[in-house]
């Protein structure tokens, strides 16, 4: 039984993504199709992206609410800025600029103003969404020069550029958390952050550098998906936060911080990807898919507390 738990312990995700490619393909005959795993890639690659820095976040112990809005206001401004004729690099530049800001603005109210996670990313969820609502005074931004969109529709070697940002970024993340200081203190502090502190650890600069990334990170998804679309609004990225902070947590990263990979998350963000491909294959109306996520949320959080309870 104990060998059997540690093979769901380690295996499980993976395991439960076979058996959800495995029943779509069975439910949905086009579900396997190249077009559609194509397509599939290319809209989990924003979610993917987002759920990397989010995963930073989690595991110091934290959340962030506010990234679906950050995508809408980051989005709104690369695209204004692509708009006005300014080059490329700057674009990006920028974009990525401003969501680290954001995401360092945050970190900062958290640490120095030691408010709780959750209520100072509510409140710049709904804030930067109004700015991104003023900005554009509601109205679509499109058009783009062709340069702009090889962002979220090229290919390398046919390989799909968001693919390839999302495995750049996951492996970057990877060599961070494995091999770097700022890795092995977000695990700690994730794990107990005041006996970090009393080890002589400064943690809020840590915990305000988690934060950055995740900004940073919607940033990217913001260019790759308006990229993508060749469009960008206010409205953008809505309920983006639910599927990435599941991603994060199916992935098995404990909510309560100090455990997880952000390997764990890219599985966990392909497993959401591939639920919401089918649901939409299979022609489900979207408010049940609401229903489907919110379950696998709670599931996923029921899981990581039995996980939790046998290691402890």
């Known amino acids: 039984m104990k060998q059997l738990q540690a093979i769901l312990r380690q295996y499980g995700i993976l395991l439960g993504f076979a058996a959800v490619i495995v029943a779509l393909s069975i439910l949905s005959p086009s579900f396997l199709t190249s077009r559609n795993l194509l397509n599939l890639v290319r809209q989990t690659s924003v979610h993917g992206i987002m759920a990397v820095g989010m995963t930073f976040v989690i595991l110091s112990g934290g959340i962030d ?13 690369c695209a204004s800025l692509e708009r006005s004729g300014v080059p490329l690099p700057v674009v990006v530049t920028a974009t990525l600029l401003l969501g680290a800001a954001v995401g360092a603005a945050n970190g900062v109210v958290i640490t120095k103003g030691r408010v709780t996670p959750f209520v100072v990313t509510l409140g710049s969820m709904s804030m930067l969404r109004g700015f991104a609502h003023i900005y554009t005074d509601g109205q679509p931004i499109s058009g ?36 770097t200081v700022m890795g092995r203190y977000t695990y700690a502090i994730g794990s107990n952050a005041v006996a970090t502190r009393l080890a002589g650890v400064s943690v809020d600069p840590y915990q305000c550098a988690a934060y950055v990334i995740c900004g940073t990170t919607s940033a990217l998804g913001a260019l790759v998906l308006t990229s993508r679309l ?38 966990g963000a392909l497993l959401i990807g591939a639920i919401n491909n089918g649901m939409n294959l299979l022609m ?21 507390r039995f996980r939790a309870s046998d290691l402890s």
């Open 65 to 77: 609410l506010s990234v679906g809005s950050l995508l809408a206001l980051t989005g709104v401004f």
């Open 144 to 179: 783009f020069s062709q340069a702009f969109r090889w962002i979220g529709s090229g290919e390398i070697l046919r390989i799909p550029v968001p693919v390839i940002l999302l495995l750049a970024v996951t492996g970057v993340a990877a060599f961070v958390l494995r091999r």
């Open 230 to 267: 060749n469009a960008a609004e206010s409205v953008a990225g809505t309920g983006y936060e639910l599927d990435v902070i599941a991603s994060v947590v199916i992935g098995g990263t404990s909510l309560m911080g100090g455990r997880g990979s952000v390997w764990g998350t890219l599985i």
């Open 284 to 304: 489900i109306p979207s408010y049940y898919q609401l229903v489907v996520k919110g379950a696998i949320i709670v599931a996923a959080v029921l899981v990581d």
